[in-house]
T-cell receptor
Framework: EADIYQTPRYLVIGTGKKITLECSQT?????MYWYQQDPGMELHLIHY???????EKGDLSSESTVSRIRTEHFPLTLESARPSHTSQYLC??????????????FGPGTRLTVL | KNQVEQSPQSLIILEGKNCTLQ??????????LRWYKQDTGRGPVSLTI?????NTKSNGRYTATLDADTKQSSLHITASQLSDSASYIC?????????????FGRGTQLTVWP
């Protein structure tokens, strides 16, 4: 069982609200990621971080923002939620490796519904 | 375009039976291929990882194969159990960037009936 945690697990909010999805890992991993996943679809990378003060946008354009002030913490923020943001958000972390074989450990996910 | 295609999209089998899930990819260059298991409402959990030089790897009742020439992989599940009901995701990594970008399939939804 991976030591990576996400809160809340489920969130239902109204349009226009600001929300922050929390992700924490206790494995000391340098790399952290945020994915978005719709039912029956593949995971899409929306943000990643190589380490503290490092954040990059992923393959899928997202209106969310992230920060990495501490190694173990990688929160995702939506300033103004819209129904199109309804999805499952998965956080992951991995140790940096030289040959790209690092395994990503996933949190349980946050299912977000915007009404 | 780099892609990962999985088949079948969904599969129903009886408890105790074996099954094989398929993954075809066009990702190039190729670094490694992973199979993940994702239970409903949970994050994916890694089952196996294979690099270019490996053509089979087992993890308990799960056996993954890789044919890097034909760019195909399979995941064989032996003596299925109810707890095997999940989505099985094939993930291919390229070595074209320092991130080792991951390409995800849509998964095969396996249901095991008693």
């Amino acid at each position: 069982e991976a030591d990576i945690y996400q809160t809340p697990r489920y969130l239902v909010i109204g349009t226009g609200k600001k929300i922050t999805l929390e992700c924490s890992q206790t494995m000391g991993h340098d790399k952290m990621y945020w994915y978005q996943q719709d039912p029956g679809m593949e995971l899409h990378l929306i943000h990643y971080s190589y380490g503290v003060n490092s954040t990059e946008k992923g393959d899928l354009s997202s209106e969310s923002t992230v920060s990495r002030i501490r190694t173990e913490h990688f929160p995702l923020t939506l300033e103004s939620a819209r129904p199109s943001h309804t999805s499952q958000y998965l956080c992951a972390s991995s140790e940096a490796s030289r040959n790209g074989t690092d395994t990503q450990y996933f949190g349980p996910g946050t299912r977000l519904t915007v009404l | 375009k780099n892609q990962v295609e999985q088949s079948p999209q969904s599969l129903i089998i009886l408890e105790g039976k074996n099954c094989t899930l398929q993954c075809n990819y066009t990702v190039s260059p190729f670094s490694n291929l992973r199979w993940y298991k994702q239970d409903t409402g949970r994050g994916p959990v890694s089952l196996t990882i294979m690099t270019f030089s490996e053509n089979t790897k087992s993890n308990g009742r799960y056996t993954a194969t890789l044919d890097a020439d034909t760019k195909q992989s399979s995941l064989h599940i032996t003596a299925s159990q109810l707890s095997d009901s999940a989505s099985y995701i094939c993930v291919v990594s390229d070595r074209g960037s320092t991130l080792g970008r991951l390409y995800f399939g849509r998964g095969t939804q396996l249901t095991v009936w008693p």
